[in-house]
């Protein structure tokens, strides 16, 4: 324990200061009573969690949906790096995952919109990123994208991905395959460097969430795509709770009654005793946010800290732009989860 917190002390302090600026839901519905977009980045100048990126916003700046969202995102990095200065250099392999996340992004989006013909929301260059950004926001084909991600982990599997001819993959199996190197890159760095409660914590964090996602795509193709019969190739390889002949069980159940009866018998059974299909997803976000919130609040000292940090940072960003886009077109804003992050 002495040597955790020497090793780990300035770190979950420095994780703990961040999250103590969070936004409560004081501010998410002051937020929300906004008229437009510039009164909300307004109001972020005067908080502690966003000041410094919408301070970027002044000076009679155009400030839309695109450009605040942008704007957040780069305090996100900040955030990141100044966790970094703490970061102990064994860890770095592992505190690589943001990096990774916004390559996966970047990649993805330029798959949309090379698909779609038209320009898309990118994620913003990350400093130490192996990815070639101009040549992710510049690519006209498949090919350019597959050389703009070469040095990345993603650049074996976009290789693979390539169609015989001149055209472009199904993004739906891309992402998939994309999601699949990160969680495989991912589990691969904690087998190696972490032992212990470290090394459980973080096999957990990972698990939990990519057993949820893949109940989250089984009920969403038995829901939208009733015909769909091999599911497999859709979800992710790995499993944690869910084994894989449960899960082969899972698929092959009739419909989305006949999943939750097998659920009945799985670890996350009181999970989706009074879940409805359309809640599922904002269950699983629910989920990560309390895991990641208790690890950082009362948690061993460890890296796990900067991971929740982060994790909750995210969480934070995307509850907040979701209220933005309500002020943006003017419609009703749902603040259920905003309710529960800030507590």
């Known amino acids: 324990m002495i040597g955790a917190l020497m090793d780990y002390g300035a770190l979950c302090t420095k994780a703990k200061a961040l999250y103590g600026k969070r936004l409560r839901l004081s501010d998410f519905e002051r937020i929300a009573a906004c008229h437009d977009v510039a009164e909300v980045a307004e109001y972020l100048r005067g908080h502690p969690a966003w000041s410094a990126s919408s301070q970027r916003l002044s000076g009679g700046v155009y ?14 990095r900040e955030d990141y790096a100044s966790l970094l200065h703490f970061v102990p250099r064994q860890d770095r392999a592992l505190m690589a995952f943001p990096l990774l996340l916004q390559e996966q992004r970047a990649i993805l989006a330029a798959l949309r919109r090379l698909q779609a013909g038209h320009p898309v929301f990118t994620p913003q260059a990350v400093v130490h990123s192996a990815l070639d950004w101009k040549g992710v926001l510049n690519c006209t084909d498949f090919d350019g994208l597959i050389a703009a991600a070469e040095r990345t982990i993603y650049g074996p599997a976009l290789r693979r991905l390539r169609p015989s001819g001149s055209g472009l993959p199904d993004y739906a199996t891309a992402e998939i395959l994309l999601r699949s190197v990160y969680f495989s890159h991912m589990y ?13 914590i973080l096999l957990r964090s990972y698990g939990e969430q990519i057993d949820l996602l893949n109940l989250i795509h089984i009920l969403r193709l038995k829901t939208y795509f ?16 869910l084994r894989p002949e449960l899960i082969r069980q899972l ?23 009074r879940v ?18 208790r690890q950082l609040t009362s948690g061993p000292p460890s890296v796990c800290a900067a991971v929740s940090y982060l994790n909750l940072k995210e969480l934070e960003l995307r509850a907040l732009v979701e209220v933005v886009e309500a002020v943006k077109y003017g419609v009703p804003c749902d603040l259920s989860f905003a309710r529960l992050i800030g507590e």
């Open 251 to 273: 698929c092959a159940a009739p419909d989305v009654d006949g999943v939750f009866v097998l659920l009945k018998d799985t670890p996350y059974a009181k999970a989706f005793e």
């Open 63 to 76: 400030i839309g949906r695109v450009e605040l969202e942008l704007a957040l995102w780069q305090q996100f």
């Open 276 to 293: 409805e299909v359309g809640e599922v997803e904002d269950y699983y976000r629910r989920a990560f946010y309390q895991f990641n919130r």
């Open 188 to 200: 691969r760095v904690i087998q190696h460097n972490y032992a212990g409660e470290v090394r459980k």
């Open 226 to 241: 009733p015909d769909q019969r091999d599911y497999l190739p859709l979800l992710f390889p790995f499993n944690y709770r």
